[in-house]
Structure formats: structure tokens, C-alpha cells
T-cell receptor, first 116, second 115 residues
Framework: AQSVTQLGSHVSVSEGALVLLRCNYSSSVPPYLFWYVQYPNQGLQLLLKYTSAATLVKGINGFEAEFKKSETSFHLTKPSAHMSDAAEYFCAVSDPFTGGGNKLTFGTGTQLKVEL | ETGVTQSPTHLIKTRGQQVTLRCSSQSGHNTVSWYQQALGQGPQFIFQYYREEENGRGNFPPRFSGLQFPNYSSELNVNALELDDSALYLC??????????????FGEGSWLTVV
């Protein structure tokens, strides 16, 4: 079964500092990977997705993620944090072979706090 | 704005009651799925519907059921509510069921509290 592990349930950075949110996946086949953001009392918004076209994926709001097969990782980064980035971030994996196009398996989330 | 709308946004039910949650998918999207997000957890896949039929189900008991209508809108029904059913219920839509790399759009969810 596909799964993702997000290391660190809470991450705190200073405004302007690098944001690094970690995600490792477990999959017997090349996975499709996603990062979603959830602001308080809201649904999920897609930041970016990896579908094997390119290992470095650029998303919205200045975020990007790099797929590293050797490390089974898909870490999310942003060069300079902004106060508006404070939210919960979820890594998710989709099974590319069972036709489960909408079947995402999510990690437990990382709460990002941005301090002045 | 994802174009996925859910109702109601908040509701409170008593243990043992039944609840129906509704979702309108983004225009042109024929695949709808439902997720349960308990407090402090990631969303968990309940099931998905394609062309009015259930196509894929997560580890949820039969008292969780759904419908998809010809206009692709959907309902999630939960019978015999339990306290642990208290959660945010998210609806998601996609333009096709094929290809696991499809972009999936989520609604803002329905908060269910069972007392």
C-alpha cells in the first residue's frame, strides 16, 4: 500500500527564512505525489504535484518540491517564508495503477508557523 | 476558489442519528470522492463515485454510503452516528477517473459534530 510520512508535526521559521517541510513516501511503483495546503477552517488547496514529467516541480506561492527516488523523498521548500504561509501542509500520494485517480493517501500534516 | 461547494458548512447531530452532506463538483468534473478529516489528522479516503456508481472505497463501514447524481453532484450519508464520526468531511472532484496524476479539487468541507 502507498503511504507517506511527514517528519515534524510542527515547524517554526522566521519570516524571510527558508521553509523546508519533509515528506517521504513508500511505494512499490513510481508514485504520483502532491502537496496541499490547508488554512484554518478551510479546505485543501493544491500547491504542486509530481507526475514523473520533471523531478523539480514548481508550484504556487513560490513553493517547489524535488522528487528524489534514491531517497524516496518529496520535500517541499520555499526560499523565503512569509507570514501568509502559516498553515498546515499535507503531503499525499496517489496510486497510478489501480485507476484510483481520486484516491489520495495523506500524511499526518505539518503545521508551519512563521514568526516575525 | 475551486468550484467545489459543500453544504452545510457546520452541523451538530446526536449519536445514533443519520446525516446527509451535499457536494456540487466543479463544472465538467464527473468524478467525486469523499474524505474524512479528524481533528489533527490528515484526510482519509472514504469512497469515490464515477458516473453515478461507487468506484473505490476506503476502510469505512457500510453505514457510510453515497450517491452521485446525473449532474455529478453527490451526497454522503452516514447512519447510526457515533462520537468518532465527528470530523471535517471533504468533497473532491476531478475531470476524469483515469490517470492518478489528475488534479483533484477540494471543497471547504462540512464540519460534523456528534454529541
Amino acid at each position: 500500500a502507498q503511504s507517506v510520512t511527514q517528519l515534524g508535526s510542527h515547524v517554526s521559521v522566521s519570516e524571510g527564512a527558508l521553509v523546508l517541510l519533509r515528506c517521504n513516501y513508500s511505494s512499490s511503483v513510481p508514485p504520483y505525489l502532491f502537496w496541499y495546503v490547508q488554512y484554518p477552517n478551510q479546505g485543501l488547496q493544491l500547491l504542486l504535484k509530481y507526475t514523473s514529467a520533471a523531478t523539480l516541480v514548481k508550484g504556487i506561492n513560490g513553493f517547489e518540491a524535488e522528487f528524489k527516488k534514491s531517497e524516496t523523498s518529496f520535500h517541499l521548500t520555499k526560499p523565503s517564508a512569509h507570514m501568509s504561509d502559516a498553515a498546515e501542509y499535507f503531503c499525499a500520494v496517489s496510486d497510478p495503477f489501480t485507476g484510483g485517480g481520486n484516491k489520495l493517501t495523506f500524511g499526518t500534516g505539518t503545521q508551519l508557523k512563521v514568526e516575525l | 476558489e475551486t468550484g467545489v461547494t459543500q453544504s452545510p458548512t457546520h452541523l451538530i447531530k446526536t449519536r445514533g442519528q443519520q446525516v446527509t452532506l451535499r457536494c456540487s463538483s466543479q463544472s465538467g468534473h464527473n468524478t467525486v470522492s469523499w474524505y474524512q478529516q479528524a481533528l489533527g489528522q490528515g484526510p482519509q479516503f472514504i469512497f469515490q463515485y464515477y458516473r453515478e456508481e461507487e468506484n473505490g472505497r476506503g476502510n469505512f463501514p457500510p453505514r457510510f454510503s453515497g450517491l452521485q447524481f446525473p449532474n455529478y453532484s453527490s451526497e454522503l450519508n452516514v447512519n447510526a452516528l457515533e462520537l468518532d464520526d465527528s470530523a471535517l468531511y471533504l468533497c473532491a472532484s476531478s475531470s476524469t477517473i483515469t490517470g492518478a496524476g489528475n488534479t483533484i479539487y477540494f471543497g471547504e468541507g462540512s464540519w460534523l459534530t456528534v454529541v
